[in-house]
């Protein structure tokens, strides 16, 4: 099975910073890699699709890059109601894995 | 106008069956490119696939899972149903149905993203 990794696990930043997220797979996944938000108490919403591909009506703050192993999230500039958790998730033909999570916090 | 609804016990007994039902609309299970997913999420943890299942009624499971699991659909009545054999307090989470969008490129393959989700239901093992 494919392995994700997350790095940072949690950050804080302040209103108006750029924010960063990567994405490790254990194997080449070409760009099969979606990026989802998670605010407490509600379920995933999907914003990045096939590794830098916007979902529409998602804000034009949020980017995503990479390919083989290695991926980036961006939030250019970070919001009051971007603080949630992110998290990367690949897919092998059918069969799909998460990432552990980023919890982005307002410092 | 595509929404999910997760329905099913919300306290199970260790060892015993767990039955899902996810009750969906604004979309059909029969339309090719269409999906239905499970996912789960123990409490404070990250989320985790459970399984698919796809418009021309193949199924996939989570390896780590596949022995204890079962996807069934009913297209006509717009559901999908879960079963999760030999319950244990591990399996506490709350669990999510998804629509799954499917894409496929001759080049490429295919393009999988989940782009709705239900509420989700919680779900406690427990004796």
């Known amino acids: 099975d494919i392995q994700m990794t997350q790095s940072p696990s949690s950050l804080s930043a302040s209103v108006g910073d750029r924010v960063t997220i990567t994405c490790q797979a254990s194997?080449?996944?070409?760009?099969?890699l979606n990026w989802y938000q998670q605010k407490p108490g509600k379920a995933p919403k999907l914003l990045i699709y096939d590794a830098s591909n916007l979902e529409t009506g998602v804000p034009s703050r949020f980017s995503g890059s990479g390919s083989g192993t290695d991926f980036t999230f961006t939030i250019s500039s970070l919001q009051p109601e971007d603080i949630a958790t992110y998290y990367c998730q690949q897919y092998d033909n059918h069969l799909f894995t998460f990432g552990p999570g980023t919890k982005v916090d307002i410092k | 106008q595509v929404t999910l609804r997760e329905s099913g016990p919300a306290l199970v007994k260790p060892t015993q069956t767990l039955t899902l039902t996810c009750t969906f609309s604004?979309?059909?299970?029969?339309?090719?490119?269409?999906?239905v997913s499970w996912v789960r999420q123990p409490p404070g943890k990250a989320l985790e696939w459970l399984a698919l299942i796809d418009w021309d009624d193949d199924k996939y499971y989570s390896t780590s899972l596949k022995t204890r699991l079962t996807i069934s659909k009913d297209t006509s009545k717009n559901q999908v149903v879960l079963t999760m054999t030999n319950m244990d307090p591990v399996d506490t989470a709350t669990y999510y149905c998804a629509r799954i969008r499917e894409d496929y490129d001759i080049l490429t393959g295919y393009h999988l993203y989940f782009d709705y989700w239900g509420q989700g239901t919680l779900v406690t093992v427990s004796s």
């Open positions: 194997q080449d996944i070409s760009n099969y």
């Open positions: 604004g979309f059909s299970l029969s339309t090719s490119g269409m999906c």
